[in-house]
């Protein structure tokens, strides 16, 4: 690759980990990924914009982490986090060390017969960047963390390096790709829900005016009807965004569900009250005969147009909205639940 190349790496099915090196095109045998420089540079797992730093004496960036699809999973709330440049790749020397027992099949032997057509040996691989690989630290060694051994289940040291040892951290499995899916999803309704909050605060602008006493000719001439109290009390609704954006954020069950608690009640009660307060109109308005002037009859009408029909309008955006906020947000804690069934099946 030269620079300005963009290299992508995917998941083509089932649940991976990649193992990436880097080497300078030009130098390959003096010039390499650094991954501990990289860590203390920018953190134990890299984030979107983080760079890919070379050894010494050079100590440049090689690569820009610039676009990931998984970039919402954060950090869960075991500590785990995706991406990681703390732990080493796997090999057979380590397998054998800890088990006493031969295998042929590693990271690192991967990684040294890709290496071999371009003349460098095993000697020239190095440690990596473990894309997709969800690790932690164990908690009781936080104060310690450069020196933190990664987060296993069989206590806090690992038990081994054939990858099996971090199964329950690494799995990139269907409920975290489901995970962030539903938190992409649910961050465009919230975003929808601050676009017709926007419209609200718009209708409420002339009421708000008035009991601030300030007096806008242009707003007075639009004779904006009065509000009800409904729509007060709906605007409320808002403020559960950042509650749901943040259990989104940070994978908490007990506040999503607050979340889908507020917006049932805060959100949906108003509009519903919407519905049976301007029924009569709306029922009266679709029953008219053709031709007939509103003027003759008690629909209340705003503009030329049925006041009760313009609000069912924005009680039908409102309600779409809503349901899909709370349709996402129930299938994140089924995602988050069955994350925490597989581990305790661990």
């Keep these: 690759m030269r620079a300005g190349d963009l290299c992508r790496v995917s998941l083509p099915e089932g649940s991976q980990v990649g193992d990436l090196n880097l080497w300078n095109l030009e130098n390959p045998r003096k010039e390499r ?46 500590g785990g986090s995706l991406h990681d440049v703390v732990g080493t790749r796997c090999d057979d020397y380590i397998y054998k060390l800890i088990t006493g027992k031969d295998r042929y099949g590693s990271c690192h032997r991967y990684l040294t017969e890709a290496v071999l057509e371009h003349g460098l040996t095993e000697e020239d691989v190095h ?88 007096f806008i000719l242009e707003i007075e001439e639009l004779q904006i009807p009065t509000p009800l109290w409904w729509e007060y009390f709906w605007c409320l609704s808002v403020f559960l965004s950042f509650l749901g954006l943040a259990a989104a954020r940070g994978n908490r069950v007990n506040d999503m569900k ?64 809503h349901f899909f906020s709370l349709f996402f947000a129930w299938n994140l804690i089924k995602a988050w639940r069955a994350r925490g069934a597989l581990k305790k099946g661990q």
């Design 258 to 321: 607050k979340y889908m608690v507020g917006i049932s009640t805060i959100a949906f009660v108003p509009l519903l009250y919407c519905i049976f307060y301007y029924l009569n109109d709306v029922l009266e308005y679709l029953s008219l005969e053709e031709g007939t002037d509103l003027d003759d009859t008690d629909i209340f009408v705003w503009q030329g147009y049925p006041y009760g029909l313009l609000w069912y309008g924005f009680v039908l955006m409102a309600f779409q909205v």
């Design 33 to 78: 990924f650094y991954s501990g420089k990289t860590r203390q540079i920018h953190s134990t797992h890299l984030k979107t914009y983080d760079r890919l730093w070379s050894c010494f004496p050079y100590l440049r960036p090689m690569a820009t982490f610039v676009k990931d699809s998984l970039e919402d999973y954060g950090i869960d709330r075991d």
């Design 127 to 214: 440690d990596t960047w473990n894309i997709f690989m969800c690790t932690g630290f164990t908690r009781h060694n936080t104060d310690t963390f450069p020196d933190a051994p990664m987060a296993s289940r069989g206590g806090p040291m690992v038990l081994g390096t054939d990858g099996t040892d971090f199964e329950h951290r690494q799995r990139v499995a269907a409920h975290y790709q489901i995970s962030a899916l539903n938190k992409s999803r649910l961050k465009y309704c919230i975003f929808f829900h601050y676009l017709l909050f926007f419209v609200m605060l718009i209708k409420l602008s002339a009421d708000i005016l008035d009991r601030l006493d300030i």
